[in-house]
């Protein structure tokens, strides 16, 4: 069993019951039923309750008069994401900045809830950036088909017709290659980020730590930047019109 941290102790001690009540539910068994809680569940379900109080406290403090710090940013996030957007090539990209900002700050709080010493990022297990891979490929294939309907498929076929059992293939494979990339993307970058400022935290406790922390940082910031980009490339392409 992994480390347990220890508000996953907490969890394992308390709410093992609860937690196994809900694997059945989705027809799972725990590998050690007496703890079923894991690190990156419990991560996940600390960033969801940060991410709700601070929902919580930006919409109690909106104002369009006197906007606070939070709004500020929320805006100023809002806005970035919608030039980016633009800039990659979707057309009316405001019908689909709401899930960049979700995948973006959701992306980018696990990564950095593992710069405090006791917690660290789930996003260091690769199901969870194998899961949000495979959101982002039913979301932008999704909104493929929202966008062109059943014509949706002619891209898979090429621009010529007697060129679609070669093309065919090889986009199926492009496809199915894109979630595989999200993952190995996010999973690697931040695994091999925790695991070399682990190791400087264990070996000296002073100035080298606070730099690879920083580092942690960084990396957090960009692997959360990188997956939303690409997510909105994806998304450009798929609901994209020939001319």
Not at 24 to 42: Q, T
Not at 57 to 67: K, M
Not at 78 to 83: C, I, Q, T
């Amino acid at each position: 069993m992994e480390h347990e941290l220890g508000l996953t102790a907490l969890f394992n001690d308390h709410l093992a019951g609860l937690g196994n009540a809900i694997l059945s539910a989705v027809g799972m068994i725990a590998e050690h039923p007496a703890r079923p809680w894991e690190n990156w569940i419990v991560m996940e379900i600390l960033v969801v309750a940060i991410l709700v109080a601070l929902v919580l406290v930006l919409r109690a403090s909106l104002s369009a008069e006197n906007p606070g710090k939070i709004q500020h940013l929320a805006e100023a996030l809002y806005g970035f994401l919608l030039h980016q957007a633009h800039e990659v090539g979707i057309e009316h990209p405001e019908k689909y900045v709401n899930y960049f900002g979700t995948v973006f700050i959701f992306i980018l709080f696990m990564n950095l809830i593992g710069a405090i010493p006791a917690f660290e990022s789930p996003t260091i297990s690769v199901v969870v950036p194998a899961g949000l891979a495979a959101c982002t490929f039913l979301y932008y294939n999704g909104m493929g088909f929202g966008a062109k309907g059943i014509g949706y498929l002619k891209h898979f076929m090429g621009p010529v017709w007697w060129m679609a059992p070669l093309l065919i293939p090889i986009e199926i494979i492009s496809h199915l290659a894109r979630p595989l990339s999200l993952t190995v993307r996010l999973y690697g970058n931040m695994f091999g980020g925790e695991q070399v400022t682990g190791a400087f935290l264990n070996l000296v406790h002073l100035l080298i730590p606070v730099i690879f922390m920083g580092l942690h940082v960084f990396v957090g910031l960009l692997q959360a930047y990188v997956f939303t980009l690409l997510t909105m490339i994806y998304v450009s392409m798929a609901t994209g019109h020939d001319h």
